[in-house]
C-alpha cells in the first residue's frame, strides 16, 4: 500500500480532497461528514510525507489554519484573519512534504480544492458567512421589511458616485444617501461615476458608468 505514495503526484489529491471537504464544512451544513473526511486525508498525507517528530507540529499548523478561517467568516468578516489562515495551511503542506515537487503538488491541490469547495454552497444549505463581505442578508417581503425593499428597489438604474474604494464593497452616494454597495468583483475607486445594475433587498450592485 506504501508504495503509492511513491508517486508524486497522489500529494495533490489526498491534500485536494481534503482541503474541498473542511473548507467545504465551513461554507455548508454538512453535519461533520466533510470535517471527518477532511481530517482523515490530511492526517494520511502528514503520515505518508511527514517526519514523526514533525506530525503533531504541522497538523496543529493546518487545523490552526482552518479554525482562522472559520473565526474570520463567522466573527470577523474582514478576510484578515482567513488570510493568514491559508497561508499557514499552505505552509504546513509545503513544509511538510519530503521534496519540493510533493510539495509543489500539494500547495496546488490545497488551492484547486480551496476554489472546487465553492461547489458545496450550489447544492447543500450554506452556513451564514462572510454575510458582511458579500451582503448576503437580504430582508424579505415575508420577513416585513417590504418597506425597505421597496426603497432600495427605487435605486434600480440611479446613477451615484462612489465614496470609497470599491473591494469589491464600500459605501457609495445616490441622490444626497449614502448605501452600502458591491461591485461585480472589481475594484472601483473613490469619486467615481456608477450605475445601480440590481437590487436584491439590501444588496445593491453597481458597475462603473460607460
Do not use: C
Not at 441622490?175 to 436584491?200: L, P, R, T
Amino acid at each position: 500500500m506504501m508504495e503509492w505514495f511513491n508517486f508524486e503526484w497522489l500529494s495533490f489529491f489526498i491534500v485536494g480532497l481534503a482541503t474541498l471537504f473542511l473548507i467545504g464544512e465551513l461554507l455548508v451544513n454538512a453535519k461533520g461528514i466533510f470535517a471527518g473526511l477532511g481530517l482523515i486525508l490530511m492526517t494520511v498525507y502528514f503520515l505518508a510525507y511527514l517526519d514523526p517528530s514533525m506530525f503533531l507540529t504541522m497538523a496543529v499548523l493546518y487545523i490552526v489554519g482552518i479554525l482562522f478561517i472559520f473565526i474570520d467568516g463567522q466573527f470577523i468578516n474582514d478576510g484578515s484573519l482567513a488570510g493568514i489562515g491559508a497561508i499557514l495551511m499552505i505552509i504546513s503542506v509545503g513544509a511538510s512534504s519530503p521534496n519540493w515537487v510533493v510539495g509543489l503538488y500539494a500547495v496546488v491541490g490545497l488551492i484547486v480544492g480551496a476554489v472546487m469547495s465553492l461547489f458545496w454552497i450550489k447544492v447543500l444549505p450554506r452556513r451564514n458567512m462572510w454575510s458582511k463581505i458579500t451582503l448576503l442578508d437580504q430582508l424579505t417581503d415575508d420577513s416585513g421589511y417590504s418597506s425597505m425593499n421597496r426603497n432600495y428597489r427605487k435605486l434600480l438604474g440611479e446613477t451615484g458616485i462612489t465614496l470609497t474604494d470599491m473591494r469589491p464593497v464600500g459605501k457609495i452616494k445616490i441622490n444626497g444617501e449614502e448605501y452600502s454597495a458591491i461591485s461585480n468583483g472589481h475594484w472601483i475607486s473613490h469619486d467615481v461615476k456608477v450605475v445601480v445594475k440590481q437590487v436584491d433587498g439590501t444588496r445593491i450592485l453597481v458597475e462603473i458608468v460607460d
